[in-house]
């Protein structure tokens, strides 16, 4: 590989790590700091621009996704100062233990929100991506492409509905319908 390679790619990197410290700076001041913010997804921005310089787009802007991830994760392991918020306080309980059909229907019901939460999401993704690609009329990279960006999208979305409506049935029953309802739409295409 070209002496140039290995220098545009650790200026990349070198960016990538700085861009997260100045994002990481502004975040830690009171107040607006646009300078920083700017600065920290510029410095972002060329680091993705440098990684496709050397590799192509496609693998660029994975490199660079990649690397921010590793950075910000790292840099939050190594300060280990996570938010924890105002401590709580116990509640003090009276009375006797729970029954065990009482904790036997608590499992049951942890479980089936943690399977709704889980499969229902990742079903409609995956559906999601599949429509995608059956159906948008463009070359087939860049339906494949596609196809799991818009899976990627639902999925995350769809989790976040489910984590975050406290009636776990107005999400399931949405999710369940457009699952069905794309697999509805998917039948023809498959025979």
Known sequence: ??????????????FTFAGIASLYSAWLRSGPQPLRSWLGWGLLLLSAFGWSAVV????????ATLLVMIGALS????????????????KKRTGSPAPSEALLQLWLRGTLR???????????????GL?????????????????????V???????????????????????LI???????????TAA
């Not at 840099?75 to 996570?82: Q, R, S, V």
Request: charged share 10%.
């Open 1 to 14: 590989m070209p002496s140039s390679f290995y220098i545009v790619s650790g200026l990349a990197s070198i």
């Open 56 to 63: 192509g787009v496609e693998y660029g802007v994975s490199i």
């Open 75 to 90: 840099l939050l392991a190594i300060k280990g100062d996570w938010p924890s918020g105002p401590p709580r306080q116990e």
């Open 114 to 128: 943690f399977l709704a939460i889980a499969l229902l999401p990742t079903a409609s993704g995956l559906l999601a």
């Open 131 to 151: 429509l995608y690609f059956g159906f948008a009329s463009s070359g087939e990279s860049a339906r494949l492409v596609g196809g799991a960006f818009v899976s």
């Open 153 to 175: 999208i639902v999925w995350t979305l769809a989790m976040v509905w489910c984590s975050a409506d406290r009636k776990l049935l107005r999400p399931s029953a949405g999710l």
């Open 178 to 188: 457009f699952s069905l309802a794309s697999g509805l739409v998917l039948m023809p």
